[in-house]
């Protein structure tokens, strides 16, 4: 019987420049292919090293394979396949902290990149402060030398390298959060003062946190993708990542030293990215949680089979329209009506299996802002936001843990027992709905206490559950 062979480098690594922490799904469809672009045309020694901060699945995966993996594009008219080679070593923190720490202290790194989830900043997402009482930074705290968080390893990295006399790294985030540069800069001093105010004043003088946007859905691989990928291709590769053609990266141009020629793979290299970055989380990233709770609470699997019901297509289009783009300002180079029109037939494209119930996950780290943002600015100015008050509403219905068929809802969310609590801490609609909204963690105050807001919130959840997602959808659309 023959054996299908596992997926082995061919070519000679590059050197490192990169560490990246969080090597997962997105991170293989996007900043790898991208640095392996830039390679092919520019050169450069810009080899990733990849950090797990929590599993080593991706080192299993990953490792045998000399880091190589493949990058399948899911077209609508057929896969396609590619090997990307820029990924050299790949480490698993819990297992060795201080090859992570030296790898980040070593002079050949420029840049250490961030794809660790909302979650990874050990931050209050209505606040964007530091958890002080947050159990991984407890930890960096009373063990500097061996960190969990990534805060914890990008402080420790730093005052080593500010110890030896070494140029500071450019900290660059590539998570989906707004101004997420500003975001890990205040996460990260905000530690490094807890240990030393001179370290803090150091970074804050001399470690760029540049802003960046990233865009490509990339659905969680599954065993089918691998088995396809073994049937067309002849070799297995449980690395392997799915993608949408599209991508877009638009990143600060504000670097420590040198960064690769990402421009020459397509990166867009500004002096702000704010506006760039609000659109596609308010376009793009709010209607993905809109189709991902009420999609899955009308019974929808994926994204496109949710925008394939005509309903869900005309409410996402008129949450646009009506309720996102009234609070979105245009970005130099963009037109938002075409912006948002070449988002729905993403989302349609049957290729891409992007689950709901994927997409649905840590929720309480989103929707601050994905969704809260819009409301809030939608209701300071007197405009009517009840679609996005549904989706709040279909969050909350959701985060309950029950669907509309009574069956139980694998909620993923680092607050999901507190959320499940408060859902049951009530037995009415008026209830469930005012202990959700106290939880800090998840709604600012002036939000929460708005009296419009609440009702509106409120008449939403009733509504759900009187009638159910598609027929409280069909009814704004």
């Known amino acids: 019987m023959n054996t299908v062979p596992r997926l082995t480098r061919q070519t000679s690594a590059p050197k490192p420049g990169i560490v990246h922490l969080g090597p997962g799904a997105f991170f293989r469809a996007f900043n790898a292919i991208y640095t392996a672009d830039a390679m092919a045309v520019d050169g450069g020694d810009w080899g990733i090293i990849a950090v797990s901060l929590r599993s080593p699945t991706a080192r299993d995966q990953l490792g045998p394979q000399g880091g190589v993996f493949t990058a399948i594009n899911m077209a609508p008219d057929g896969a396609q396949y590619r090997q990307i080679d820029s990924i050299v070593d790949v480490l698993v923190a819990p297992e060795n902290p201080g090859a992570v720490i030296d790898a980040m202290v070593a002079a050949t790194t420029h840049i250490v990149s961030l794809t660790i989830t909302e979650k990874g900043y050990c931050h209050a997402p209505s606040t964007g402060a530091l958890q002080l009482d947050h159990p991984d930074i407890q930890h960096d705290l009373l063990n500097p030398f061996a960190p969990k968080s990534a805060p914890g390893f990008l402080v420790e990295a730093l005052a080593r390298r500010r110890a030896a006399g070494h140029a500071p790294f450019t900290v660059l985030s590539c998570d989906n959060l707004p101004d997420n540069g ?146 979105v300002v245009q970005p130099e180079g963009e037109d938002l009506a075409a912006y948002t029109a070449a988002l729905l037939e993403r989302y349609r494209n049957p290729s891409i299996r992007h689950r709901t119930w994927q997409i649905a996950m840590d929720g309480s780290q989103k929707l601050p802002q994905r969704l809260l943002g819009t409301i809030s600015e939608n209701l300071a100015a007197g405009r009517d936001c009840s679609g996005l008050m549904l989706v709040v509403a279909g969050w909350m219905r959701y985060v309950g843990g029950v669907d509309e068929v009574g069956a139980a809802i694998d909620v993923r969310d680092p607050l999901a027992d507190r959320l499940r609590t408060a859902s049951d801490s009530a037995p009415d609609a008026a209830g469930k709905v005012a202990a959700l909204l106290a939880m800090r963690d998840v709604f600012d105050q002036d939000l929460a206490e708005t009296p419009s807001f609440q009702a509106g919130v409120l008449a939403a959840y009733t509504s759900l559950m009187d009638h159910g997602a598609k027929v409280c959808v069909a009814a704004i659309a």
């Open 182 to 327: 500003h975001l890990a800069r205040k996460i990260v001093i905000a530690l490094a003062k807890e240990r030393d105010t001179e370290l803090a004043d150091w970074i804050a003088q001399n470690v760029p946190f540049p802003a960046t946007m990233v865009d490509r859905i990339t659905p969680a691989t599954t065993d089918a993708d691998i088995a396809a990928l073994a049937e067309a291709q002849d070799y297995q590769d449980p690395a392997c990542v799915t993608h949408e053609p599209f991508r877009q990266w638009v990143i600060e141009d504000t670097f420590a030293g040198p960064r690769p020629a990402w421009q020459a793979a397509g990166a867009q290299f500004v002096g702000d990215v704010a506006a760039h970055e609000a659109m596609k989380l308010r376009c793009l990233n709010g209607t993905h949680s809109a189709l991902a709770y009420l999609g899955y609470l009308g019974g929808h699997e994926t994204i496109s089979d949710t925008v394939a019901d005509p309903d869900y297509a005309r409410f996402v289009q008129h949450l646009w329209a009506a309720e996102i783009l009234p609070a």
